[in-house]
């Protein structure tokens, strides 16, 4: 359910989920041999080493003056660390490792400000009269620093996907739940309403609000995200040959980039899958993750198109009746019954595992085992009001250049599975824990 806010009060649980999120991340850096924390797994992304600094940078950015009243103790790593990079055009990061300061110092930088920060809090815990003055809630300004500190969870477990096997600690997979055997196949979606964003009063990120309902019209929907098995019967005819398929920014990008399978897969006798730790030969039952280029490319081969945000929430959240649920599953609670999230696992299970978590119509897996793209460019909704002491979080990225990806993966947290909860994403990127599904109208 949405956080509701408060100006004054810092709950424990607040201060709890900050330290749980912490070690979310703390663990993730651990799993990187250190020879290796100064290399660049995702080209368009910064190198491993920005990361360390980043996270405590953001949240002094974040709470420095708002709400400590600190001077900074170094300004340069405040601004050498304050903004991450997505590279729109082609181009890419050309830094070198000896560009960057070393491991120690920001070390001593991170470790610092975590100790700082962590004294205010206790201030303001207290009821400190600065913390009564604060410009904006405190329970807001600490949930943008939880749910940051979580997106970056996610973000470094994908980019950390990419380092090769042997720069890593490796750690043993769960086995994987039971699944059904299955036949892909569509569920028809009768006509309705959407209920998008978020009503002001509860904590979230300055695009989803306002709260409005769209009207849908009648569709089907895939009831499993497309399969790597689906994926392969769209290589084997040609998919990534025919440029027919493709839009022309999208043919451009693939050749290239020499795009020619999804970037999980790694081919020598047969087809393997780069888990996290491992090459597995390829689960053909699991969701494939592609690009929102490719994802639409295999739509249209399909004869099929991805669906709009509206639809997509109509599928997960509708029922048939006018009334509409928290989660495709009701309105309890997100647990590990109900899905493959909130970082329980590295990688995805089958598309037909967990059936507990489908929505009222019988759609499969719409929440965790990877995020889903749909043909919506990430635009605000009306009423939509910047964050003053985050102006750019969305706003620059309303360029119609990135799309909308509704769901979550196996490493996103429980608290943004909420309905409003929007993600989004350039069409070429191929690096996200991003899947799809199709709907014909």
Same mark, same amino acid.
């Given at each position: 359910m949405p956080v509701a806010e408060d100006h004054v009060e810092v709950s424990s649980g607040l201060l709890q989920r900050l330290s749980d999120a912490r070690g979310i991340t703390d663990r993730l850096f651990d799993i990187v041999k250190p020879e290796y924390l100064y290399e660049r797994p995702i080209p368009e992304r910064h190198r491993i080493i920005f990361y360390i600094g980043h996270l405590e940078s953001f949240d002094w950015n974040l709470l420095r003056e708002r709400l400590l009243g600190l001077a900074s103790f170094h300004p340069q790593f405040d601004r050498l660390f304050a903004f991450g990079i997505d590279p729109v055009g082609g181009g890419l990061p050309d830094d070198k490792p000896s560009d960057w300061p070393s491991m120690a110092e920001v070390r001593t930088y991170a470790r610092r400000v975590r100790e700082i920060v962590d004294e205010g809090f206790r201030d303001v815990a207290s009821g400190s009269e600065r913390a009564k003055a604060a410009e904006f809630p405190v329970s807001q300004l600490l949930n943008v620093a939880i749910e940051h500190r979580?997106? /970056? @969870? #996610?973000?470094? &477990? +994908?980019?950390?996907?990419?380092?090769?096997?042997?720069?890593?600690?490796?750690?043993?997979?769960?086995?994987?739940?039971?699944?059904?055997?299955?036949?892909?196949?569509?569920?028809?979606?009768?006509?309705?309403?959407?209920?998008?964003?978020?009503?002001?009063?509860?904590?979230?990120?300055?695009?989803?609000?306002?709260?409005?309902?769209?009207?849908?019209?009648?569709?089907?929907?895939?009831?499993?995200?497309?399969?790597?098995?689906?994926?392969?019967?769209?290589?084997?005819?040609?998919?990534?040959?025919?440029?027919?398929?493709?839009?022309?920014?999208?043919?451009?990008?693939?050749?290239?980039?020499?795009?020619?399978?999804?970037?999980?897969?790694?081919?020598?006798?047969?087809?393997?899958?780069?888990?996290?730790?491992?090459?597995?030969?390829?689960?053909?039952?699991?969701?494939?993750?592609?690009? /929102? @280029? #490719?994802?639409? &490319? +295999?739509?249209?081969?399909?004869?099929?198109?991805?669906?709009t945000e509206s639809e997509w929430h109509r599928a997960a959240f509708g029922t048939e009746r006018e009334s509409e649920r928290q989660y495709p599953w009701g309105n309890s609670e997100p647990t590990g019954e109900m899905g493959n999230f909130d970082f329980d696992?590295?990688?995805?299970?089958?598309?037909?595992?967990?059936?507990e978590g489908q929505s009222a119509f019988g759609v499969m897996g719409m929440l965790g085992n990877g995020?889903?793209?749909?043909?919506?460019?990430?635009?605000?909704?009306?009423?939509?009001?910047?964050?003053?002491f985050y102006p750019g979080y969305s706003a620059d990225f309303f360029d119609g250049k990135h799309f909308v990806m509704k769901g979550g993966s196996a490493r996103t947290a429980a608290c943004m599975l909420r309905r409003s909860f929007r993600n989004w994403f350039q069409p070429h990127y191929q690096y996200a824990y991003s899947g799809f599904r199709c709907v014909s109208r």
């Open positions: 979580l997106m /970056h @969870a #996610e973000t470094l &477990a +994908y980019m950390l996907h990419q380092l090769p096997l042997d720069q890593k600690v490796r750690e043993a997979r769960l086995p994987e739940p039971s699944s059904q055997p299955f036949t892909p196949s569509m569920v028809g979606i009768p006509a309705g309403v959407a209920t998008l964003g978020l009503e002001r009063g509860h904590f979230g990120w300055d695009n989803e609000f306002e709260l409005h309902a769209e009207s849908v019209p009648p569709f089907a929907i895939d009831k499993y995200k497309i399969t790597n098995g689906q994926w392969l019967e769209f290589m084997d005819a040609g998919g990534y040959q025919k440029k027919d398929l493709w839009s022309d920014d999208a043919w451009k990008w693939r050749l290239e980039r020499d795009i020619s399978h999804p970037s999980f897969w790694r081919r020598t006798d047969s087809w393997y899958l780069r888990t996290m730790f491992e090459d597995v030969l390829l689960p053909t039952d699991w969701p494939v993750y592609v690009s /929102h @280029a #490719e994802a639409s &490319a +295999y739509a249209c081969w399909a004869g099929k198109t991805l669906p696992r590295w990688d995805p299970v089958s598309v037909a595992a967990i059936p995020w889903e793209w749909t043909s919506t460019t990430f635009q605000p909704f009306a009423g939509f009001q910047k964050f003053p």
